[in-house]
């Protein structure tokens, strides 16, 4: 009897939480189960998470409104933070850490979201296609010396959408018309797949340059036998603007308009900004880091240095239906 109640006061102490945080994520990663279960180890918070697809979680909140269980909204890409910001999904919070923590130009004026995470657009090229012994800019792509050769998936893709959304904050909607035209003269095949596809073609000999997220090529050599022979084919090269750096894009979190568990909330995003938490997103997925001083994978170490561009997250979530306007007018599938 004693023992039973002992069990029985043993099994309690494990699963009662003292309070919990509803969060809503559209990744869909290990590392961040992973960190989901260290910050309740370490609060006593309990982590409870929704998964869906970017645009279904948005459709979930504004349906939901103030009904919405959601204290944490966590989505990818800058026009899908862009959107979620426009219905008035987020509120502003006021956290010194967060400030302080991460760069202007990764986080909202007004302290609705903020960046957690970074990937690079960048182009994997053939090792020996005789293309891959030299630095790139991005507006050279659409130079005709590449016919043939440029791989990249379609113009309904946030991240090519930002990507475009770049180009003309740099330089503005009639030469980023004429960029996209030069590109899609230089395609080695209509847009079709994934990033992960690009590589494989460029490494197949489809093309020779292919036009994808950094963190793919990571899981790709993590992968099975065949995907670790396309990375062993490719080299990774980190283009620039003329006047900027190389293209990155982000995941970003914000307090949902209506949370209940506001406090938890915001220590919860606090959390995902800290050294520790930045090494797990860094090295489990292959991403970047958005705080300085915490470490990268090898792998990502040894394709070299990223240096960012100049545009900030906000104004490439601004550029979206421009972006998607400009692809359209260029043909570009
Ligand atoms: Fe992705």
Partial sequence: MIKKLAFGAVLLASTVYASSVNIYSSRHYDTDKELFKKFEQKTGIEVKVIQAKDDALIKRLQTEGKNSPADVFITVDAARIQRATENNLFQAI??????????????????????????????????????????????????????????????????????????????????????????????????????????????????SIAIMNTYYLGKLASGNSSDKETVSKLKVIFPKFKNGGTHVNVSAAGVAKYAKNKENAIKFIEFLTSTEAQEIFAKGNYEYPVVKGAGISDLVASWGTLEDDNISISDLGNNNKKAVKVFDLAGWK
Avoid: C
């Avoid at 043939?148 to 018309?177: D, F």
């Fill in 94 to 207: 006021q956290s010194d850490v967060l400030t302080s923590r991460i760069p202007e130009a990764l986080r909202d004026k007004d302290n609705r979201w903020f960046a957690i995470t970074k990937r690079a657009r960048i182009i994997a090229i053939r090792k020996d296609s005789g293309f891959e012994n030299k630095e790139y800019t991005y507006e050279e792509l659409a130079d005709p010396k590449y016919k043939g050769q440029i791989m990249v998936r379609s113009a309904s893709n946030v991240y090519n959408q930002s990507l475009m959304a770049a180009m003309i904050a740099h330089h503005g909607e009639e030469y980023a018309k004429t960029w996209a035209e030069g590109v899609v003269a230089n395609m080695a095949r209509s847009p079709k797949g994934s990033d992960r596809d690009q590589a494989r073609g460029a490494a197949a000999g489809f093309g």
